[in-house]
């Protein structure tokens, strides 16, 4: 009887902390989708922030309509693609490298240099990007979280048998940091 009680209070224990275990990638997965969410929320300020910009660059910049071209294509497939981060990615990355070629248009014409608009528009773009960098940062730190449980033992048992699986990281080059914060002649 003893021995009954006591084999069926390892099987008890064994059973709730499988569940425990379960609920706990439901929370991480979830987490993961929320922050996810942030990333995407601040992608897509970046994303209404690029047309102002364009435009005021266009009207400085008018025969650099390769750049401009460029930087608009990457934008429309940057907010055409959905999906998670290994999806996103390789658009990002694209449209992260067209808007260093425009920011760099800054130092071939001075006009547009000092123009306070683009001024603006660069150090909205600088906070945007710093906002997705930290939105990414946390991301990445719950993707991390969750893939350890995912290959650790005995919690990846629970995650074969829940069908979870480990999630992909979000790598983004920031657009403004090799091309420097925007600078401003106090005279």
Do not use: C
Request: proline fraction near 3%; avoid cysteine.
């Amino acid at each position: 009887m003893i021995v009954a009680l006591v084999i069926a209070g390892i099987l008890l224990v064994g059973v709730l902390a499988a569940l425990l275990s379960f609920n706990r990638f439901v929370r991480q997965r979830q987490l993961i989708d929320n922050s996810w969410s942030n990333v995407d929320t601040e992608l897509k300020r970046r994303y209404d922030l690029i047309p102002n910009l364009v435009a005021t660059v266009e009207g400085y910049a008018t025969h650099e309509r390769t750049t401009l071209d460029a930087v608009v294509r990457a934008r429309s497939d940057a907010v055409a693609t959905s999906g998670g981060a290994a999806e996103q990615e390789p658009t990002e990355n694209m449209l992260t490298d067209t808007l260093r070629q425009l920011l760099a248009l800054r130092e071939a014409y001075p006009d547009l240099k000092a123009n306070t608009q683009f001024l603006d528009l660069q150090h909205q773009l600088t906070v945007t990007e710093d906002r997705i960098q930290a939105a990414r940062r946390f991301y990445n730190s719950n993707v991390r979280d969750y893939n350890t449980r995912v290959e650790s033992f005995p919690s990846m048992v629970i995650a074969s048998i829940g069908k979870f699986e480990k999630q992909d990281y979000f790598e983004l080059e920031s657009a403004v940091r090799s091309s420097g914060a925007p600078e401003v002649e106090l005279t």
